[in-house]
């Protein structure tokens, strides 16, 4: 049953996934159409350079002016893998108003105004797409609205950015500190030379918006995301995580609060068991940890970014937005339906790792359990370490409230025995 | 945009898997109302013994004549977990025939008669999924018939039973053998009373050819797949292969050949480096690394059995079923254009591991390398133990093909010097 009418794609943008997108759908015609049940068709390409070399791309398919392009009407789909949130957007919205769906690889956008763009799709009874735009090739947002549409997820954990999983592993490894760490992930590319997104967790915490948005049925904006980047870690936090026998990830955090009525979303950089599946993955790679009621725990794993991975996530949603032009319909929507409220990051449970240096004298753990205690965290274990006269204490909390560990730490701050809080890290993964 | 008219589902079989779903279709109705667009309502249940208690089924719905069912004319899914050959088949075409939709979680059918089903299901317009059937809760089905839709698979490598990896997780983390491993594993439920079906690799080979023809578009057939039991592996292969940095685990791995032009499937215990994803899946679970061209390096990994996470699985699909007949549409059917030849096991190229025992006296290893070398099968390293007259040789191969490999061992076997081959081990994963 194959229609000889070719589907027809445009481009916006041609950078290192936008390329891959090109060629891929050249080198896998044949295939693309068998799977599609029609050809597809490559109608144009908006570029901002039209003088760089476009290998296999006819000069003929590239303009500087997207906006003409996706008005031409004759459009199917709409493959926006620009970035960023101008002009990615209203070119988005007006390919819906003249009748493209579109296939999105962008997360800042879709984190920030998803709610508007579904909007905008369903308006013109066309699909919004964006499996690229979290954990790059993995497959992940079409599981969570799918596969698992039938159970109720209660928390995400996930290392979704590949750059500080590249860095932090390395630290790990070597030994290495932050800024060296860093600045090999520089040399091989992995970072890029402004490396704040990564490193400050902003492109984790869209991720983590995107996520929690779909696993929980809801609507996350950007700024629900409580973030903090990963720059602070250092190699005697890795020394500290060892002797705990745990690794430290940057982690994307979605939780279902345990009476259900409420959600949080977090990025930070946080301790995590050697045993936990999420501890062995390496390098630039990501992982999503998923637990849901029924299903129990699910891990998804790949590599999270690069042309050809993304360009792979891609051209899975471009060959269902075409599926489902030809058969009339459109895939799921928003599913927002549960509206749930997010919680500040106050109200978020886990564990923590507090090292503090303190005066090396009888009666100072007495006086930090007993601040502990006043604020109702309670104490897992605690590792006193005294060294010329100075002294650490390692304390490792049960669950409680981030508020609650705020106000002891503040307590802790003003006590005259305690030098100095040397680190925080929350524990997870149990 | 709810619609009010329930969606009706038919369940055949209500043992742990279909009272999962008839619970969660209760519990979760809500959600599943919300998320397909209109309320789903559980019609009728076929079982074979009506006399057992049911919880939270209303004993009115329960019928012992799952034909009559099937052929009410008003269903419009039916969720089949009966398993087996028959009465399945006949119920799921009867189905179809009388207007429904299916949902399976049945391997064994899918494996052995998928084309005639998909067949049936086309005839008649109607969805097939069976999301459930492999690797149980784990999101698989769905990515490789869609996420990687856009992209060109080349190899599957999983760990697609439970039973055999609890059973081999235990032989290694203890020193155990086969039969006190598998005893264990009896006593705590996750092997039944007869454990053929796991431990000869009969389940694991009607996955790995699930797998190999939706990753492939393709059509395998059970009997395409070489299938190889775990029972003779021993606490010393256990041994042998930690001497490599290696574990031991039963795959089912599904191939393109190199020039692109046939596939092949099998199912054997193997040696996998400790490094590799794979060797870190501990107890029952199961977990699938896919390999793609544009995608890279994948990996799935969850539960792969149980009545909630089948459940979840079995409601994943009947989400999708449920909104692809709301929309008046089906998803994907079968996708066998690609029509590629299954190559025999004598074609498959891997590494090996193989002891021999041979007589301790000088020239011994002259006489295997040249054996080997006759059969043009390279020798990566070897190892020359000497004890009480006796010694062993351990032979670790390059890549060659399992008939060069059967050559040479038949031909060792003919050695004056060559007492016996000890074991004979794949090593793949790398």
Redesign the interface.
Same mark, same amino acid.
């Given at each position: 049953m194959m229609r000889t009418r070719p589907l027809k794609v445009a481009l916006l943008g041609c950078g290192v996934v936008g390329s !891959?997108v090109a060629r891929?759908m050249t080198t *896998?015609a044949a #295939?693309?159409a068998?799977?599609i049940g029609a050809p597809v068709e490559l109608a144009g390409v908006a570029v901002r350079r039209p003088d760089r070399v476009r290998e296999g791309i006819a000069p003929e398919l590239v303009t500087t002016d997207a906006t003409a392009l996706v008005k031409r009407g004759d459009l199917d789909v709409v493959v926006e893998v620009i970035g960023g949130i101008e002009p990615a957007r209203t070119l988005i919205t007006t390919a819906f108003a003249h009748g493209a769906s579109v296939v999105s690889a962008n997360k800042a956008l879709i984190a920030q105004d998803g709610a508007a763009l579904y909007a905008a799709a369903e308006e013109h009874g066309k699909d919004l797409y964006y !499996?690229a735009a979290v954990a790059g090739?993995?497959?992940l947002i079409?599981?969570l609205r799918? $596969?698992? +549409? @039938? #159970?109720?997820v209660n928390r995400v954990l996930g290392i979704v950015n590949g750059t500080t999983n590249f860095i932090l592993d390395k630290m790990d490894s070597t030994g290495a500190g932050y800024q060296e760490a860093l600045d090999e992930a520089t040399a091989l590319g992995y970072a890029e030379a402004d490396p704040t997104a990564d490193v400050e967790g902003f492109d984790a915490a869209a991720k983590a918006a995107i996520l929690a948005g779909i696993a929980f049925?809801t609507r996350v904006r950007l700024d629900d995301v409580h973030r903090e980047g990963m720059t602070e870690v250092t190699a005697s936090d890795f020394a500290s995580a060892r002797e705990m026998g745990c690794t430290i990830k940057l982690l994307a955090i979605c939780e279902r609060a345990a009476d259900g009525g409420s959600v949080t979303a977090r990025v930070h950089p946080a301790m995590i068991p050697l045993t936990h /599946?999420l501890a $062995?993955v390496r390098g630039a790679y990501n992982a999503v940890f998923v637990e $849901?009621?029924? +299903? &129990? *725990?699910?891990?998804?794993? @790949? /590599?999270g970014a &690069?042309g +050809?991975?993304t360009? $792979?996530?891609?051209?899975? #949603?471009?060959? +269902?937005v075409c599926?489902n032009r030809l058969? @009339?319909?459109?895939g799921?929507g928003e599913?927002a339906?549960?509206a749930l409220p997010v919680s500040p990051m106050g109200e978020v449970v886990t564990r923590y790792h507090i090292s503090l240096d303190v005066a090396d004298k009888p009666g100072v753990l007495a006086q930090v359990a007993t601040v502990f205690a006043e604020h109702g965290v309670s104490i897992d274990t605690v590792r006193q370490q005294g060294k010329d006269g100075e002294a650490s204490l390692v304390v490792v909390t049960h669950r409680a409230s981030d508020a609650a560990l705020g106000g002891t730490v503040d307590a802790l701050r003003k006590l005259d025995t305690v030098r100095g809080v040397a680190s925080i890290m929350r524990v997870e993964g149990e």
């Open positions: !891959e891929i *896998q #295939d693309l068998a799977r !499996e090739a993995i497959p079409r599981p799918e $596969s698992l +549409a @039938g #159970d109720k049925h /599946p $062995s $849901s009621e029924a +299903a &129990g *725990q699910l891990m998804f794993y @790949g /590599p &690069g +050809a991975p360009a $792979s996530a891609v051209l899975g #949603d471009l060959v +269902a599926r058969a @009339g319909t459109t799921p599913s339906y549960a």
